[in-house]
Structure formats: structure tokens, C-alpha cells
């Protein structure tokens, strides 16, 4: 059965615990990385796990995911986004992979800080997969062996300035402003027979209460398999390295079809990307200070549940 983990502060003390239905089961032990929690704690024990409880309520939300870990992003893997993000998804046949800093990384109920030359700040809801196990060479993942490489699930929100982001072509800087990359609260290991429901997970992201975003895992395009061999073949992964599978459509950011794009190419520099603004300025769905961002992943029968994410847009001092 899936486990959620809660990584916490309380008492000024950092730790793990088991936590079901609001009560937090501590875990024995100092661990300060993701790493160092996954490799000296097995799911077996850890759900037999007894002792004194506290509840949720009592403590303070850490990221399950440390910043020593490597935040690896999927970009347009989900069919509809593509269409969104003005890409053709029967001409893009490839994996987009990009990072982000892993300094971006915040707890789940962190408030999101819009730095003040950024405009257009959106949202994107993503499954996060974390590592179970060094990868050290190119490796061929099915379905039947990726429970070797995938200790658990987390949510992640891939906040992204797009005003940097698409004018500048940084996808780095853009997705990589400090709180930008809130992960959690729980982060849900997987037995052998769990991995099958990572098709089959419900994505919702809603802002100030309206559904923006809601799609399955099950329409990925490129999946976890797929995409771990790949990485696997381009550089190492680690133990709670954290690869964010991409998001649904639903995002703020408006970008032109590929017939307009190619009318805009013939443009001025300064033109073309004056006319980007115009479009994006006309977008009420943008975030704005004071907005709430909600986040929630799960299976339909309830047996993973991720939690709520709950981030509050402020701006930067």
C-alpha cells in the first residue's frame, strides 16, 4: 500500500513521519537530505511503524524533497498543453527536458514571491517523481522494473515567469526564482504493485477556488518509463532526485498557433515580442498578489493522496 511521509519542523528540530488522517507518526533518526531519509528507511517497517503521535496541525511543513537534489523538469507532455503552448503535438515527437534550481524549492504552504519586474507569473500543477537508487549508466525502464527506480510521488508546482521565460528563451531563469518550485506536503512511497496507479492519478490545480487545470497521468505523453531511460542515457541521477512528468493544459500563458508564429517571425524583433506582451497583458489569468494557488494530486479510489498544496502570491521585497 502507498505510505505518505511528512518531512516537518517541531521544536526547532527537523524530521519524518508517518502520517495518516492528520496524526504524525516520528521516525526515529536525523536524516537531512531526501537521500539520506530513502536510503536508510524501508516502506515495510516504516507501516508498522508505532510510537507517540503529533498532529499536523502541531508542526511546520518542510519540503520532502531537499535542496542537495537534482529538480528535473518535463516540458508539453501533455497533449492538450502542446496545443496551448503553440506547438503541433503530431510534429513534436520529443521528450523536452529542462531543470530548475533546486534553491527554488519551498514547503508546500509556502507563500509564492512574485519578483516585482515579473508580469506574468503562471501557474503549472505536475506530478514530481523522486529517485530511489543511483543511475550511473544508460538503463532500459519498463513498467515491470521501474519500481527499482522510483521510491515515490510529490506534488510539485512549476511557477514560471513567462515574461522571461518565453521573450528571453531561459527556461532556468524563468522557472527558477527563488519559492518557485513548492513540492508536497506528502511525499508518497510505492510498493512494486503501486505503480501501476501512476497512470491513473487525478491532477487539479484551482486559483482563488476556480478549476484551472485537470487532467490524468494517464494521458502523459512520454511516461515515467520512458523518460527515466532516456534521462538515464543523457547524465547521473540519485536518491531523491526529483523529475517534475509536466503539466495539463489550463496555464495562463496564451502562445499563438504554429501559422501565426510563423507570420510573426517575419516581424522586427521588437515587434514580434511587443505583440507577445499585448497578448499576455490581456490575460486575466495571470496571478496576482493575494491570489490563492491550490494543488491537489490523487487516485481516484483514494488509495494516493497527495494532499493540497496551498500557495499565497505575494510580491517580492
Given amino acids: 500500500m502507498p505510505l505518505n511521509i511528512l518531512h516537518f519542523r517541531h521544536q526547532d528540530r527537523a524530521q519524518w513521519g508517518v502520517i495518516r488522517h492528520g496524526v504524525i507518526t516520528p521516525i526515529a533518526g536525523d536524516f537531512a ?38 529538480f528535473i523538469c518535463q516540458g508539453a507532455n501533455y497533449r492538450q498543453h502542446m496545443i496551448e503552448s503553440g506547438m503541433n503535438p503530431d510534429a513534436k515527437n520529443y521528450n523536452m527536458i529542462f531543470t530548475k534550481a533546486s534553491s527554488c524549492i519551498v514547503a508546500a504552504d509556502a507563500d509564492v514571491l ?39 510521488i510529490v506534488i510539485v508546482n512549476d511557477y ?29 512511497l510505492l510498493e512494486p504493485q503501486d505503480m501501476a496507479m501512476l497512470g491513473s492519478l487525478a491532477l487539479t490545480l484551482t486559483v482563488n477556488g476556480q478549476t484551472r487545470q485537470r487532467d490524468i497521468t494517464g494521458n502523459l505523453v512520454h511516461g515515467p518509463a ?44 521588437a515587434a514580434k515580442w ?16 493575494g491570489d490563492l494557488v491550490e494543488a491537489r494530486i490523487a487516485s481516484p479510489d483514494g488509495k494516493i493522496d497527495l494532499g493540497v498544496q496551498r500557495n499565497r502570491i505575494k510580491e517580492a521585497t
Fill in 114 to 152: 512574485r519578483p516585482a519586474h515579473v508580469r506574468f507569473l503562471d501557474y503549472e500543477i505536475e506530478l514530481g517523481l523522486v529517485l530511489k537508487r543511483d543511475v550511473l549508466s544508460r538503463q532500459t525502464i519498463t513498467a515491470d522494473n521501474l519500481h527499482q527506480y522510483i521510491a515515490g
Fill in 274 to 289: 511587443k505583440m507577445f506582451m499585448k497578448v499576455q497583458a490581456a490575460r486575466p489569468q495571470y496571478l496576482q498578489q
Fill in 33 to 70: 537530505t531526501t537521500a539520506d531519509f530513502l536510503q536508510n528507511n524501508d516502506i515495510a517497517q516504516l507501516a508498522a511503524l508505532q510510537g507517540p503521535t503529533l498532529r499536523e496541525s502541531e508542526v511546520q511543513w518542510l519540503s520532502p524533497v531537499t535542496h542537495n537534489q537534482q
Fill in 160 to 188: 514560471s515567469a513567462r515574461d522571461v521565460q518565453i521573450p528571453q528563451m531561459q527556461f532556468y531563469k524563468g522557472k527558477s526564482y527563488r519559492t518557485f518550485g513548492p513540492v508536497g506536503p506528502y511525499l508518497c
Fill in 226 to 269: 520512458k523518460t527515466l531511460t532516456e534521462l538515464s542515457g543523457v547524465h547521473d541521477l540519485f536518491p531523491g532526485d526529483l523529475v517534475a512528468t509536466g503539466t495539463p493544459a489550463g496555464c495562463a500563458l496564451s502562445i499563438p498557433s504554429p501559422a501565426k508564429q510563423r507570420i510573426a517571425a517575419l516581424l522586427p524583433e
